[in-house]
């Protein structure tokens, strides 16, 4: 069984209310857990005291035995300490997800269409550039016309 510290959302519509919980990660996010160690109020000024609180000894105890904390509640941890240590609870380093700004597999598919295209458009300008223009001779309709008075 795998533990995870996560975040159960509670609540009404457009009020979120967090509480954070110990659960096996098999369990629904706002489903059955083993323990509620703290509470997340989103709608709180970032600065205020009231926004998370935080048992820190049961999140420490928890850690020693296993349970993973989710990217979130990692970041909170890493902001409380333990009375008597000076480190703090969980030790949070940020992700790094290098494919975020790459576009998917069919846009860049199109991106080198394009350039295919325009790099073909560009070669057959420069291949008309380079062969010399026909040289057009002067229309010829004058004599017609004589022609045509003269009978």
Same mark, same amino acid.
């Given at each position: ?105 069919? #846009?860049?598919?199109? +991106?080198? $269409?394009? =350039?295919?295209?325009? @790099?073909? *458009?560009? /070669? &057959? %300008?420069? !291949?008309?550039?380079? #062969?010399?223009?026909? +040289?057009? $001779?002067? =229309?010829?309709?004058? @004599?017609? *016309?004589? /022609? &045509? %008075?003269? !009978?």
């Amino acid at each position: 069984m795998s533990l995870k510290i996560r975040l159960a959302r509670g609540g009404s519509k457009k009020r979120p209310f967090y509480s954070v919980v110990i659960a096996d990660a098999r369990a629904p996010r706002d489903g059955r857990f083993i323990e509620k160690i703290g509470v997340y109020d989103p709608r709180q000024p970032k600065d205020s005291a009231e926004r998370v609180k935080i048992d820190g000894v049961k999140a420490a105890e928890w850690i020693k035995k296993g349970a993973q904390p989710t990217d979130r509640v990692a970041r909170f941890l890493s902001q409380i300490t333990v009375e008597g240590e000076s480190a703090p609870v969980y030790t949070w380093t940020a992700g790094s997800n290098l494919k975020k700004g790459e576009p998917g597999k069919k #846009a860049q598919e199109r +991106v080198k $269409e394009r =350039a295919d295209k325009a @790099a073909a *458009a560009a /070669e &057959a %300008a420069a !291949e008309a550039a380079k #062969a010399p223009a026909p +040289v057009e $001779e002067p =229309a010829a309709e004058e @004599a017609p *016309a004589e /022609e &045509a %008075a003269s !009978e």
